[in-house]
């Protein structure tokens, strides 16, 4: 499996920013799919996933309210709607599939990952 992210920009504060997942192989619909995203001079940390079959999503407490994850199993593509951006969400944001262990929002929990975004919100 590819995943190939895309969306990413400059947004001033307050602004709002869709990235996009595209994925490739026919097993996408199986995967829980997930967003994680790295400062500068930071870990990268988990945003949200959406589960595979019921789609629920989870959330970093500092985005609820403010992203929502969701998921196009028909087009292999899983999205992550960004709204009243704020210059702490400036990072790079990765895409990732497949949960392999843990509870999913851990670095090592995942097999598939995507190159990274740039997301960078002004003040």
């Known amino acids: 499996v590819q995943l190939q992210a895309s969306g990413g920009g400059l947004v001033q504060a307050g602004g709002s920013l869709r990235l996009t997942c595209a994925a490739s192989g026919r097993a996408f619909r199986t995967y829980t799919v997930a967003w994680f995203r790295q400062a500068p001079g930071k870990e990268r940390e988990f945003v949200a996933r959406v589960t595979r079959g019921t789609g629920t999503p989870y959330y970093k407490d500092s985005v609820k309210g403010r992203f929502t994850i969701s998921r196009d199993n028909a087009k292999n593509t899983g999205y992550l709607q960004m709204d009243s951006l704020i210059p702490e969400d400036t990072a790079v944001y990765y895409c990732?599939?497949?949960?392999?262990?843990?509870?999913?929002?851990?670095?090592?929990?995942?097999?598939?990952w995507g190159q990274g975004t740039l997301v960078t919100v002004s003040s």
């Open positions: 990732a599939a497949q949960l392999v262990g843990g509870d999913g929002s851990g670095n090592r929990d995942y097999g598939y």
